[in-house]
């Protein structure tokens, strides 16, 4: 260590090289066959090691990974002669139990955090599936995955461009079945029912929209835009949760007025009148909107003529 803290150098006297170049060569057979001449070239260019090994070391270390509870086979002269991993103790392997933790801990991080952590978080998972060939772990993500159907580099440039709030064109697949081209100031990738939407302001409908991510087809542009946003018509509503429900959350257009002992006053605004009605609907009986009026009655009317459909116009 005073060797190390005076120099800051990792030498001979640093470390045991026999432990050393047993776990190099343990690493180099996980990642794939290798033969003794490109072990001996991979150690050569070591920063550390910066030599070759004879073959009777070689056997040495081999030797010592078998001891250690690795099985290690070596593939005929006709297939290269190279040595390979067949097993070994420090083999990761998740019951059944775990793997339904695994899941569990998925769905709560999907309503706690943002979805680039939900997404890096995912992809671990994934590549720990599949490191461990664990089929059941990747199974059981594909199901609750709300990435499901979404190739990864759409959902990458999607969250790139949400940072940078690009505009962005795209071209969208509605639920009718036709194509549409649709030009998106972005703001941000978030979760509703279950599934991943994109949010940002339309430029053809001049409000603030949302789509379904897995109707997205391709993307066509990404651009910093130069329409000026701030001019657009807002719409301010106020309303009031009583009871909270469990889930509930501040979206980023909202903000808390008031705080009582088993209520809250909340204000939200945003140029689309419909993510509005949305907002206030999704909370059904918690939820009454206090202001403005106008709102307030389309609210009431909308929930008249859903009872209306209910009782088939009956009392």
């Given at each position: 260590m005073k060797e190390f803290k005076k120099s800051n150098i990792v030498t001979y006297n640093l470390m045991s090289f026999t432990?050393?170049?047993?776990?190099?060569?343990?690493?180099?057979?996980?990642?794939?066959?290798?033969?003794?001449?490109?072990?001996?070239?991979?150690?050569?260019?070591?920063?550390?090691?910066?030599?070759?090994?004879?073959?009777?070391?070689?056997r040495v270390y081999i030797t010592s990974l078998k001891r250690s509870g690795c099985i290690i086979q070596r593939t005929?002269?006709?297939?290269?002669?190279?040595?390979?991993?067949?097993?070994?103790?420090?083999?990761?392997?998740?019951?059944?139990?775990?793997?339904?933790?695994?899941?569990?801990?998925?769905?709560?991080?999907?309503?706690?955090v943002d979805i680039k952590g939900l997404y890096i978080y995912e992809?671990?998972?994934?590549?720990?599936?599949?490191?461990?060939?664990?089929?059941?772990?990747?199974?059981?993500?594909n199901k609750?995955?709300?990435?499901?159907?979404?190739?990864?580099n759409l959902v990458e440039d999607l969250l790139e461009a949400a940072d940078l709030r690009q505009q962005v064109t795209f071209l969208y697949k509605s639920p009718?079945?036709?194509?549409?081209?649709?030009?998106?100031?972005?703001?941000?990738?978030?979760?509703?029912?279950?599934?991943?939407?994109?949010?940002?302001?339309?430029?053809?409908?001049?409000?603030y929209a949302y789509y379904l991510v897995s109707r997205i087809v391709k993307i066509l542009s990404r651009e910093t835009s130069s329409v000026d946003i701030s001019q657009l018509s807002t719409y301010k509503v106020k309303y009031i949760l009583k009871s909270l429900p469990a889930e509930f959350k501040l979206s980023h257009?909202?903000?808390?007025?008031?705080?009582?002992?088993?209520?809250?006053?909340?204000?939200?605004?945003?140029?689309?009148?419909?993510?509005?009605?949305?907002?206030?609907?999704s909370y059904g009986k918690y939820c009454t909107v206090l202001e403005p009026s106008d709102?307030?009655?389309?609210?009431?009317?909308?929930?008249?003529?859903?009872?209306?459909?209910y009782l088939d116009g009956k009392n």
């Open positions: 432990g050393f170049k047993s776990l190099m060569l343990f690493a180099l057979l996980l990642e794939s066959p290798k033969s003794y001449k490109e072990i001996c070239e991979f150690f050569k260019k070591h920063e550390y090691i910066k030599e070759e090994i004879s073959i009777d070391t070689f005929s002269s006709k297939e290269g002669s190279k040595y390979y991993i067949v097993s070994h103790p420090f083999e990761l392997k998740l019951s059944e139990e775990q793997v339904k933790s695994i899941a569990k801990v998925y769905r709560i991080i999907q309503k706690t992809k671990f998972i994934k590549r720990l599936a599949k490191k461990i060939k664990n089929e059941e772990l990747t199974d059981t993500i609750i995955s709300i990435f499901r159907g979404v190739e990864d009718r079945g036709k194509e549409l081209e649709i030009t998106l100031i972005l703001d941000k990738l978030g979760i509703s029912s279950g599934k991943l939407y994109v949010y940002g302001t339309d430029i053809n409908l001049s409000q257009d909202e903000k808390i007025l008031e705080i009582g002992e088993d209520y809250l006053v909340v204000e939200m605004v945003s140029s689309n009148k419909f993510i509005l009605k949305q907002r206030v609907m709102f307030r009655e389309d609210i009431i009317q909308t929930l008249k003529r859903m009872r209306e459909g």
